[in-house]
């Protein structure tokens, strides 16, 4: 009962006319800047740290609360509408939110968004102020042999599920590990990769490679079609960002699944929401074939919206307890507030809630409110975004390569970059030519740095016994499920080719008796 006096206090505090208005403009900057294709919620976060120098810590960390969820929001509206997320954990969104996009229901899935979005950050938000002892106790079970087994689990859950081929989907995994092998090794010192350009020392950053992979790519795919399908198509952006009784039901069960997979990630440090919103659209494919629902992977489902928005920013939700709890940011933009408190002189962990109660709860009570306020603004104007839609292709794409580049030449003002994802989109138009799927390539590039560096130090503290990999509950469990899932696809792909054979061979049939008829009529 003692967190919810404190809150309530928070309460007070957040819903001052002042720290209303830091609410409200921190809301619309940080979408803002979300929505821009290459900048995403980490940069929202950095760009508009400065804005706040000039105000109270108070005023400060609530306007940042803020600008902390508007970021995602932005994020995935560029992902559903461009095909090019602001950010990393809008990828899995973007897959079927620009499907749905193209289908003419763009303002449904930001709508799908904006709901889920607002019910996995409101959970989790809350799972913070009632639970966080419990979170902080799940992250300290977690040394490097959990880490790599995580990462494993990710690998194989993604490449087996959401590619329709398994070896497909394991080409893509191997892709993307490549391209997270190019760059220093941090314990040996050696260049992998590099070709001797020191360019490509820190590696290739994950913005290159989705803005490449996803956006250039896209542009590319579509240049190629441009003159069969009519230069002057327009994506269609009719329809209203409200769910019907139906939608409500389809998407419900989703939102909840991937609030589920989002919390507990937020508090261990992986990397960010990649893994959770991964595994929640995952997990929406495979019931999605359990159920025959032909929507998902051609027309967009809405599930494929709901799950992954739920699980990104529950993830969101539960990172900024672990930073509040234990000083230790679990993702980028995480980090990025952490430079924001210590700014102020202030280090969060442990005693912060002791020492600085009367900051840490106005905060916890400004998140409940920002995220409130940022339904209100994007829900309603979701169709107005979706207007975006009715630009002439060829303009719409040119403006979407533009931004893209200019999001690509902010990371490092590098020329190098923007070459590197020119090749980059080149190579995503021909992998999506050849049906190659993207996911298991960004997860891969995303997750893989993590899976080798928590696999070195687990052998460093096991003096190279590989016995230390499964030498935990947690670690024996991960791996029953990898192997599970394994089973379970492969199970499932080879029930498809069989019906496939069959319905193929049932036509070939078809076709002989179609022609012997016409041979006896004759």
């Given at each position: 009962?003692?967190?919810?006096?404190?809150?309530?206090?928070?309460?007070?505090?957040?819903?001052?006319?002042?720290?209303?208005?830091?609410?409200?403009?921190?809301?619309?900057?940080?979408?803002?800047?979300?929505?821009?294709?290459?900048?995403?919620?980490?940069?929202?976060?950095?760009?508009?740290?400065?804005?706040?120098?000039?105000?109270?810590?108070?005023?400060?960390?609530?306007?940042?609360?803020?600008?902390?969820?508007?970021?995602?929001?932005?994020?995935?509206?560029?992902?559903?509408?461009?095909?090019?997320?602001?950010?990393?954990?809008?990828?899995?969104?973007?897959?079927?939110?620009?499907?749905?996009?193209?289908?003419?229901?763009?303002?449904?899935?930001?709508?799908?968004?904006?709901?889920?979005?607002?019910?996995?950050?409101?959970?989790?938000?809350?799972?913070?102020?009632?639970?966080?002892?419990?979170?902080?106790?799940?992250?300290?079970?977690?040394?490097?042999?959990?880490?790599?087994?995580?990462?494993?689990?990710?690998?194989?859950?993604?490449?087996?599920?959401?590619?329709?081929?398994?070896?497909?989907?394991?080409?893509?995994?191997?892709?993307?590990?490549?391209?997270?092998?190019?760059?220093?090794?941090?314990?040996?010192?050696?260049?992998?990769?590099?070709?001797?350009?020191?360019?490509?020392?820190?590696?290739?950053?994950?913005?290159?490679?989705?803005?490449?992979?996803?956006?250039?790519?896209?542009?590319?795919?579509?240049?190629?079609?441009?003159?069969?399908?009519?230069?002057?198509?327009?994506?269609?952006?009719?329809?209203?960002?409200?769910l019907n009784l139906r939608e409500l039901r389809?998407?419900?069960?989703?939102?909840?699944?991937?609030?589920?997979?989002g919390v507990p990630f937020g508090a261990i440090?992986?990397?960010?929401?990649?893994?959770?919103?991964?595994?929640?659209?995952?997990?929406?494919?495979?019931?999605?074939?359990?159920?025959?629902?032909?929507?998902?992977?051609?027309?967009?489902?809405?599930?494929?919206?709901?799950?992954?928005?739920?699980?990104?920013?529950?993830?969101?939700?539960?990172?900024?307890?672990?930073?509040?709890?234990?000083?230790?940011?679990?993702?980028?933009?995480?980090?990025?507030?952490?430079?924001?408190?210590?700014?102020?002189?202030?280090?969060?962990?442990?005693?912060?809630?002791e020492r600085s109660a009367d900051l840490v709860?106005?905060?916890?009570?400004?998140?409940?409110?920002?995220?409130?306020?940022?339904?209100?603004?994007?829900?309603?104007?979701?169709?107005?975004?979706?207007?975006?839609?009715?630009?002439?292709?060829?303009?719409?794409?040119?403006?979407?390569?533009?931004?893209?580049?200019?999001?690509?030449?902010?990371?490092?003002?590098?020329?190098?970059?923007?070459?590197?994802?020119?090749?980059?989109?080149?190579?995503?138009?021909?992998?999506?030519?050849?049906?190659?799927?993207?996911?298991?390539?960004?997860?891969?590039?995303?997750?893989?740095?993590?899976?080798?560096?928590?696999?070195?130090?687990?052998?460093?503290?096991?003096?190279?016994?590989?016995?230390?990999?499964?030498?935990?509950?947690?670690?024996?469990?991960?791996?029953?499920?990898?192997?599970?899932?394994?089973?379970?696809?492969?199970?499932?792909?080879?029930?498809?080719?069989?019906?496939?054979?069959?319905?193929?061979?049932?036509?070939?049939?078809?076709?002989?008796?179609?022609?012997?008829?016409?041979?006896?009529?004759?």
């Open positions: 009962m003692d967190q919810l006096t404190h809150l309530l206090e928070g309460f007070t505090v957040a819903l001052t006319p002042i720290n209303l208005l830091w609410l409200l403009i921190g809301a619309v900057l940080g979408t803002a800047v979300g929505v821009l294709p290459g900048l995403g919620s980490a940069m929202a976060v950095a760009l508009l740290l400065p804005v706040t120098f000039s105000l109270d810590p108070t005023g400060a960390f609530i306007m940042f609360a803020s600008i902390y969820f508007g970021g995602l929001f932005g994020d995935s509206t560029s992902g559903i509408l461009l095909n090019t997320p602001g950010n990393s954990s809008a990828i899995a969104t973007t897959f079927e939110g620009h499907r749905m996009a193209k289908d003419g229901r763009a303002a449904k899935a930001l709508g799908t968004s904006a709901i889920g979005a607002f019910i996995g950050g409101t959970i989790a938000t809350a799972l913070v102020v009632f639970f966080s002892p419990f979170l902080v106790q799940l992250a300290t079970q977690f040394g490097p042999a959990e880490y790599f087994a995580l990462a494993a689990f990710a690998f194989v859950a993604i490449s087996s599920v959401v590619a329709d081929s398994v070896i497909r989907g394991l080409i893509a995994l191997g892709i993307g590990l490549a391209i997270a092998l190019v760059g220093v090794d941090g314990p040996s010192g050696a260049s992998r990769f590099t070709m001797d350009l020191p360019q490509f020392f820190d590696g290739i950053s994950i913005i290159v490679v989705t803005v490449g992979l996803l956006a250039i790519g896209e542009v590319l795919h579509v240049a190629s079609r441009i003159h069969r399908e009519g230069g002057l198509t327009k994506i269609p952006a009719s329809g209203s960002p409200y389809q998407a419900l069960p989703a939102w909840l699944r991937g609030t589920a997979y440090p992986v990397g960010g929401s990649e893994v959770p919103t991964f595994l929640a659209y995952g997990t929406e494919k495979r019931l999605a074939k359990r159920r025959g629902d032909s929507d998902f992977g051609t027309r967009g489902a809405i599930q494929g919206v709901a799950a992954p928005e739920a699980a990104g920013n529950a993830t969101a939700g539960t990172a900024m307890g672990a930073l509040l709890a234990l000083g230790l940011p679990t993702s980028a933009t995480a980090a990025m507030m952490l430079a924001a408190f210590q700014q102020y002189g202030m280090q969060p962990g442990p005693l912060l809630f709860w106005p905060l916890l009570a400004s998140l409940f409110v920002g995220l409130l306020i940022l339904l209100i603004i994007n829900l309603p104007f979701a169709a107005v975004w979706a207007k975006l839609l009715l630009i002439p292709r060829h303009y719409l794409y040119a403006g979407i390569t533009g931004f893209a580049m200019l999001g690509v030449y902010a990371i490092a003002s590098s020329p190098v970059d923007l070459w590197l994802a020119l090749a980059i989109g080149a190579f995503g138009f021909v992998m999506r030519r050849y049906a190659i799927p993207l996911a298991p390539v960004l997860i891969a590039a995303i997750l893989g740095p993590l899976a080798e560096t928590e696999l070195r130090r687990a052998l460093a503290v096991s003096e190279g016994d590989l016995g230390i990999l499964v030498d935990s509950p947690i670690t024996i469990a991960l791996y029953v499920l990898m192997a599970g899932a394994i089973i379970i696809s492969a199970i499932q792909h080879l029930r498809t080719r069989t019906r496939e054979k069959q319905i193929q061979k049932a036509k070939t049939e078809a076709v002989a008796v179609q022609a012997a008829e016409r041979e006896d009529a004759r």
